[in-house]
Structures are given as C-alpha cells and as structure tokens.
C-alpha cells in the first residue's frame, strides 16, 4: 500500500492560544495569521480551537486531490461507482467551543474505518435481533396462535410480522437462516454488549473529495419562538450529486442541469470505493451476503451525522429510492447564507414538518411539553429522534411563464421557473403523521425560504446616483404540490388529525396525559392560532392589503404609521402569519395572539373584514 508523506510543518491556522504580552489577549484575526503555534504558557497541552477566519483554510487544506490507494485481497469485498445521494455530513458544531472537525489522513478527508465497522455492526445486529424476534414469535404463533394476534401490548413491527406469518410469507424476513447464521459466527457476545469478533474483520479508511462548510441555524427557536441566536455553528458536509437530466424527450435546455455541472461540489463520485476485508475466505454466497447488506446499510441507515434527518445516504445514483411522496417544489428555492449556492438539503423539509408539528402541539400541550414531544419524535442536538425522515432531489424541470422576460433583484429568474422534483419517504410508522403534515403544510404554505408567502412578484423604485428613480422587481414566496393520500380533506379536518395524533403520541411516549383546553390568556407564543379564509375573487386585494399595506416598512414611514411587531423582520423576529394560495382564495395562518385579537375585535383598520372569515380558532 502506498501513502501519502505526512506534512513536514502545521498549517497556518494551527496554533495554541496565548495571552500578548501587555495583557490583551490575543485576536482569533492574529492567530489565524501566526505562521507557527502559538503555545500558551499556563496550558501547554491545550488543544486548538477552530474559529470563524480558519474555515477557508481548512477547507483548502483538507480538499482532498489525491485519494492513497488501500489493501486488496481474495477476501476484499469491495463497492464502488458510489454517489453521495443526500448530504454527507463529517463533524461540525458550534465555532468554536463544541465543534468537531472531519477526519482526516495526509490532508485528504476520509471517513475512518472504525466509523464504518460501528455504523454496519449497528444495521447487522438489527437485522441478526429482527430474526431471533421473528423466530420466537413463529414459536408462539404456531403453539398459541390466537394469543399472538390478540395481544394488544405487541409492538407494531411484531404485528406487522405476525400478519406475515398469517400469509406464510417468510420470504420478507431480511435474513435467511443461512445467512442469519453467517453473521452471528462474526459477532461476538458478552453479557448485553455485541460487537465484531477480534481480528475477523478489518473495515478500511473511506477517502472523499469537496468538503464543504455549510451554516447551522437553529430552526425551531427563530422560526416557532422568534428567538434570535447569534451563536454561530458550522456543518462540514460532502455535498450530493446533482439531479439527473430532464427526460430525452425535452427540447428546454437544462440550465440548472449546466448550474450544477459548473459547481466543483457536484463531482459524481467524490467518495473512494468501500472496501472490506475478512480474515477469512468466503464463498461466493457469503460475499454476496456482505455485499448486498453493505448496500442496504449505506442506502438505508446511512453514514455520518444527520442520518435520522435523511442525511448521509450512499448509493447507485441511478437507483435513488421513489419514496412514498413526490413533492413538486415552486417559486424561491433553498439557499445557504450567501443566496447564491441553491441547493435541496433534507433539513429543509424536515425542519418545516417539524415546525408546523409544534404549532400544534402547542395548541394542546403546555410549552415545554410540547418541546419534549417534537424532540421525541423529531429529534435534537442531543437526542435521536423516533422519526427517519429522507428526502432526495431526483429532477430540476423549466417551466414557461408569462413573464419570461422579467428579471428579479433577489434570486436569479432561472431558479423561480425551475420546478424540484423530490423524493420523500419516512418509517412505516410514522406514515400516517407525515402524509397529514405534508398535506397541511402545503395548504398553509410552502418549502424554505418564503414559506409564509405566496409565489408572487412585486415592483419598487429606488433612487440612482442621479436622483432618478430606478424601477426594479422582486420575488417572494414559494409553493409545493405533494401526492400525499390526504391532501383532498380541508384545512380544518387535517388539524383535528393532527391533534388527534399528537394527543396519541404524547400518550404513548409517557410526555403527558393531560390536555387542557387552552384560552387566549394562555402562553400562546408559537403555536398556530387561527385560520382565515378570504372570500373568493378578491385574493390581490386581500393579499395586498396585508403584505404590501399594512406590513410595507416604507408605506407606514411614509404615513408617520408603525409597522405592527407581528409583521416581523430579518432582525427581532419572523412574520407572525403565513399566507398561502389556494386557488379560489387565500388562506392566512396566524401564529401571534395580538395579530389573533386585533382580527377576531377587527381593529385593522385597513382590512375589510366583510371579505373573509375565521374558520378555525385554537381557543
């Protein structure tokens, strides 16, 4: 095997901390210029700590040209012509107290080997517990049957296998018993502990290519509480490919095709072969066994951080999974901080769902249980969520549009008229609650950036070097369409599923058994509170009136008016309301109790409350 030679001297930002001389410490700019370590007097074995100023250099530094070649023998099951289907996510966290840094070798990162040993001996042992279960329950199945089908305390996945075993269809079991027996001869058992018998197996270091540094931002408390973090936090990720062409058929050219081309993160294959070696030699069958698990546990659980979130999926990119749902996504896309780099990350679709699941839940639920719940289910920073939420960008369409010739000072023309097609799937038993969410959220609003708002365009005026007004357009809002089974019932119907469900899984989590009723004089902030629809054939003026009337910055300056606070900002807090499109007629969701009262008494003065009506309230 050959490698690469270590570097013979640190990289600039590598360096220890130490106060200057006169007692001013010293800049995180001065260390990230130092050209050699700085050693603390006091803390001679204090590590570094990554700031802000060095992630340029360290994206630099560990780009990765050069992938060093690894072991190969007769017992060497190997896959290659591997993509990154969904975001692959190596170290990050909080700059800098709490951040990791990605793996590396010779300056080229890599995902280590024992990452990969503890991530398949965790899919394998699922698999070797799953048929030991399904072989007990065949047991007792067999001797007592009706007691099986009966037993009300039986987990879903049990009763889902005994319905199996009703049809005797045991070939849906994921193992064989040949094969069961083939791993559990390569695992080893002490007590509760399981893990890869000593010396039977040697997992080898997975080199990949484009690290990139992504922000973090904390979703659920800007977005539901209005709370502003300034903390800033870093992902390192390999970014996925990008979507496969429009169909042959097309005559558009692709330009978001040729976007992603140009862009150096959508190399089809910055991951090296996935190479696993036995002590032993195998069979042909035998290999076959770890090849396709290999597979499945790559495409199925996934590698890195993230991975409840739909992150790190590896795979054949012509064989992306279909998923339960297709979303057809509309109007402004995803973007990272600078706006410029528009990209699909499964954390978009899971943060919204997420979102608008608390809502709910806190029309039922006091604050801080409805925060344990929505951890439950959808996780934390420090727990793993129940919910396995995946979600790929499988296609980028053009479509016409009649104003094919306008152009927007906010987001390129280009990405307004794409379409994303995306594939989105969850565990079987979470289907249900996400086909209603998927539903819901379409209704209210969209995906992303300008999710409160509908796909529209709005033209200002801004004074040029020579006082002359410039005329210019912007767009907002976005919209998605999903084929989601519930998507026909109204507004009002999806929320009573939705509580009833949340009152089942707060239940059934042992969060809380009580659900009081709530009133106004409530803790209210976050959650979703009314809903109003405008009459139909008036949405422009409805929809202005709101957006562009009561909550212009410039319109109210200009009145000597102050805009309402549950208007929102960039700054102090988001929109206290959302509205969404629906066709005949608006529908304006309203996340603030003053905005809720201000409506219910009709005191806003520029609405003309004979055009639309409250059909659902909270309380």
């Not at 973090?216 to 390999?238: I, S």
């Not at 597979?295 to 991975?307: A, D, E, I, V």
């Not at 896309?333 to 997420?354: F, G, M, T």
């Not at 009002?492 to 707060?506: E, G, P, T």
Request: proline share 5%; with cysteine; glycine share 6%.
């Amino acid at each position: 095997m050959t490698t690469t030679s270590l570097p013979d001297k640190l990289p600039d930002w590598y360096g220890l901390e130490e106060p200057k001389t006169n007692n001013q410490s010293a800049s995180q700019g001065d260390i990230a210029k130092s050209k050699k370590p700085i050693l603390k007097q006091k803390q001679p074995d204090k590590g570094w700590s990554p700031q802000t100023t060095h992630i340029k250099n360290i994206t630099e530094t560990w780009w990765g040209k050069d992938i060093p070649p690894a072991n190969q023998t007769p017992s060497t099951i190997e896959l290659d012509n591997l993509s990154i289907l969904s975001p692959l996510q190596i170290g990050g966290g909080a700059l800098p107290e709490g951040h990791n840094l990605p793996a590396q070798i010779s300056g080229v990162s890599c995902i280590p080997g024992s990452s990969l040993r503890g991530s398949f001996l965790r899919w394998i042992v699922s698999l070797c517990q799953e048929y030991e279960r399904s072989i007990i329950i065949l047991t007792w199945y067999k001797c007592f049957p009706q007691l099986v089908i009966n037993n009300p305390s039986l987990s879903s996945k049990i009763a889902i296998l005994v319905k199996k075993l009703e049809r005797n269809n045991l070939e849906e079991a994921s193992l064989s018993e040949e094969e069961y027996l083939f791993w559990d001869s390569y695992l080893f058992r002490q007590d509760r502990s399981i893990g890869w018998k000593p010396k039977a197996i040697r997992f080898e270091t997975t080199y990949l290519k484009n690290l990139t540094a992504f922000p973090l931002h904390p979703q659920q408390d800007w977005q539901v509480f209005g709370k502003k973090d300034n903390k800033l936090a870093v992902m390192w990720q390999f970014p996925a490919i990008a979507p496969q062409n429009t169909p042959k058929n097309s005559t558009t050219k692709n330009k978001a095709i040729e976007r992603f081309s140009k862009n150096k993160n959508s190399d089809d294959n910055p991951i090296s072969p996935l190479k696993i070696t036995f002590h032993n030699s195998l069979a042909s069958n035998q290999k076959e066994f770890v090849s396709k698990q290999l597979r499945m546990m790559l495409l199925y659980q996934g590698l890195g951080k993230g991975l409840a979130s739909g992150f790190g999926r590896i795979g054949n990119k012509n064989k992306i999974p279909p998923g339960k749902w297709k979303i057809k996504l509309k109007g402004m896309k995803p973007a990272i901080e600078n706006k410029k780099d528009y990209r699909w990350s499964p954390q978009v679709l899971r943060a919204c769902l997420r979102g608008h699941f608390i809502r709910l839940a806190l029309t039922m639920l006091n604050r801080d249980d409805a925060i344990a719940l929505t951890n439950t289910i959808f996780g934390s920073s420090d727990k793993l969520g129940q919910l396995s939420l995946t979600s790929y960008l499988v296609e980028i369409k053009n479509r016409a549009t009649s104003n094919s010739k306008k152009l927007y000072s906010n987001i390129p023309k280009n990405i307004v008229d794409e379409i994303w097609i995306i594939n989105v799937d969850c565990n079987r038993e979470f289907h249900f609650l996400i086909d209603n969410l998927l539903s819901f959220t379409s209704q209210i609003g969209g995906l992303g950036r300008g999710w409160r708002r509908p796909r529209h365009h709005v033209e200002r005026e801004k004074e040029g070097k020579d006082g002359q007004l410039i005329p210019f357009s912007l767009y907002f809002g976005s919209s998605f369409e999903v084929n989601s089974s519930s998507i026909e019932q109204e507004e009002i119907a999806l929320i009573h599923n939705l509580q009833s469900q949340i009152k089942q899984l707060a239940i059934f989590y042992q969060i809380t058994t009580e659900f009081p009723q709530k009133t106004l004089d409530d803790n209210l902030n976050g959650a979703i509170i009314s809903l109003w629809k405008s009459k139909q054939n008036i949405k422009q003026h409805y929809r202005n009136e709101l957006i562009h009337c009561i909550c212009s910055t410039n319109k109210r300056r200009r009145n000597n008016q102050e805009r309402p606070d549950w208007c929102g900002d960039n700054e102090s807090r988001p929109s206290g309301y959302a509205i969404s499109d629906r066709g005949h007629y608006n529908l304006v969701s309203v996340f603030d109790s003053e905005m809720h009262k201000l409506l219910i008494n009709e005191e806003i003065a520029a609405l003309d409350f004979n055009l639309w009506n409250n059909v659902w309230s909270c309380c």
